[in-house]
Antibody
Framework: EEQVVESGGGLVKPGGSLRLSCATSGFTFDTYNMNWVRQAPGKGLEWVSS????????YYAESLKGRFTISRDNAKNSLYLEMTGLRAEDTAMYYCARELRVTVSGVVTEIAAFDLWGQGTMVAVSS | DIVMTQSPDSLAVSLGERATINCKSSQSVLYSSNNKNYLAWFQQKPGQPPKLLIY???TRQSGVPDRFSGSGSGTDFTLTISSLQAEDVAVYYC??????????FGQGTRLEIK
């Protein structure tokens, strides 16, 4: 069974740091683009960051202004998100999400829609 | 950023009736090179992560019931549930991946039973 499981969330003070982890299983992790998506309590979804299979391509939401760092360890089938300078507005459920791949006429195509999500890990930033 | 706007914000439909949710993008998400609309729909039930329903505006993800369908092109899209079931109560989101990786989501539409 394909699975992603997030961990590492918790309560942190403004200005603090936190490292989220996402353990995956059941699929060839090192061939997929992976993402972090967050959802503030009672709010909608916000894409946070993505990373290519070899970590050669890394992107962030412009609103993060360099405070977050995404990384992966293909040997451990794991994805990470290092968060620094945390603010109250970073309070959210953080989801690890895999990008969809489809085969059309024998050609594998990557689609930046997310077909596998974890249950999320909650980050609360408060004094 | 491409802004995605859904309507209505909430919707109440009777069991067995049709539910229609709209999504409008601030610019076209139609890729001229392959004539595909870079638009997805998700369903999120309380306490659960989102679930991918449809991509390329109208292609159902594997395992999604055929009562769910997507339509539209360019900037205007629709998710239709042909015959509402109790298990369809959820919040529905559209997402554009035309400007990937800077993907953006709509604000969500809450679907309830009338």
């Amino acid at each position: 069974e394909e699975q992603v499981v997030e961990s590492g969330g918790g309560l942190v003070k403004p200005g603090g740091s936190l490292r989220l982890s996402c353990a995956t299983s059941g699929f060839t992790f090192d061939t997929y683009n992976m993402n972090w998506v967050r959802q503030a309590p009672g709010k909608g979804l916000e894409w946070v960051s993505s990373i290519s299979p070899s970590s050669g391509f890394i992107y962030y939401a412009e609103s993060l202004k360099g405070r977050f760092t995404i990384s992966r360890d293909n040997a451990k089938n794991s994805l990470y998100l290092e968060m620094t300078g945390l603010r109250a507005e970073d309070t959210a459920m953080y989801y690890c999400a895999r990008e969809l791949r489809v085969t059309v006429s024998g050609v594998v195509t990557e689609i930046a829609a997310f077909d596998l999500w974890g249950q999320g890990t909650m980050v609360a930033v408060s004094s | 950023d491409i802004v995605m706007t859904q309507s209505p914000d909430s919707l109440a439909v009777s069991l067995g009736e049709r539910a229609t949710i709209n999504c409008k993008s601030s610019q076209s998400v139609l890729y001229s090179s392959n004539n595909k609309n870079y638009l997805a729909w998700f369903q999120q039930k309380p306490g659960q992560p989102p679930k991918l329903l449809i991509y390329w505006a109208s292609t159902r993800q594997s395992g999604v019931p055929d009562r769910f369908s997507g339509s539209g092109s360019g900037t205007d899209f629709t998710l239709t549930i042909s015959s509402l079931q109790a298990e369809d109560v959820a919040v529905y989101y559209c997402q554009q991946y035309y400007s990937s990786p800077q993907n953006t989501f709509g604000q969500g539409t809450r679907l309830e039973i009338k």
